[in-house]
């Protein structure tokens, strides 16, 4: 019998937002899934060799839980994006989570394709070399060819 | 139980246990028996699905002092 598949397009770059992708990913290529990720947009920071820009903004993000209530106008002084994220990733680690880098590194292992949106490397003027070297390049209709076959598409 | 293999997945939360219990699984031979110790709550219904969904029978799972631990027979 055939593996089942599933198709997921990435298209944020936030740090909380890079999480599901990775997980599904993994996770899906544990129970035997064919994966791919389609990388686009803001998506194509997940791709980056260096993971450090992957941030969180307690900004214009009234669903964060924060240790203390916090006015939007104390969120958006300088250096609140970088804090948040610092204490993000603390308590991921507190927690046992596993870094975007490990998940990544864990879906490269088990074979998850990564493709990364052409046009949207074109658009934001990305230089490839800035991606990690296991990255195809497609457009929509190569989503497409893997997708139209999917048990799970997913669109994050 | 005997088993043939141990897998710490202590202190681990969704979705390592799962993803690290199948890269055991990938160094065995079918018929050995991995043991996996966790601490996440979640992982005792995460592995009854991953042993539903991949074929590789859940022996016997048991708490033992807040610690989940799993034996699953590698098909």
Redesign the interface.
């Known amino acids: 019998m055939a593996n089942k598949k599933m198709a997921i397009i990435a298209t944020k770059g936030t740090l909380d937002m890079a999480y599901p992708p990775f997980i599904l990913a993994s996770t899906a290529a544990a129970l035997g899934y064919d994966v791919q990720v389609f990388f686009t947009f803001y998506g194509l920071q997940l791709l980056r060799k260096d993971l450090s820009n992957v941030m969180i903004s307690p900004l214009a993000n009234p669903a964060m839980p924060m240790p203390i209530p916090m006015p939007v106008m104390v969120q958006m002084l300088p250096g609140m994006e970088s804090m948040a994220t610092m204490m993000m990733k603390q308590k991921l680690k507190k927690h046992g989570v596993a870094s975007l880098e490990e998940l990544r590194d864990l879906c490269l292992e088990a074979d998850v394709k990564f493709v990364a949106c052409q046009m949207t490397v074109d658009l934001f003027e990305f230089d490839k070399s800035e991606f990690i070297d296991q990255v195809e390049y497609g457009g929509a209709a190569t989503f497409m060819g893997f997708a139209g076959d999917t048990d799970i598409c997913l669109f994050v | 139980m005997n088993f043939d293999k141990e897998l710490n997945a202590r202190?681990?939360?969704?979705?390592?246990p799962?993803?690290k219990?199948?890269?055991s699984l990938n160094d065995m031979t079918s018929g050995q028996v991995l043991k996996v110790i966790s601490?996440?709550t979640g992982s005792v219904k995460d592995m009854a699905a991953?042993a539903e969904?991949?074929g590789n029978p859940l022996l016997a799972q048991e708490e033992v002092n807040g610690e989940f631990v799993f034996y699953m027979k590698k098909k």
């Open positions: 202190g681990l939360s969704c979705p390592l799962i993803v219990t199948k890269k601490t996440d991953f969904q991949t």
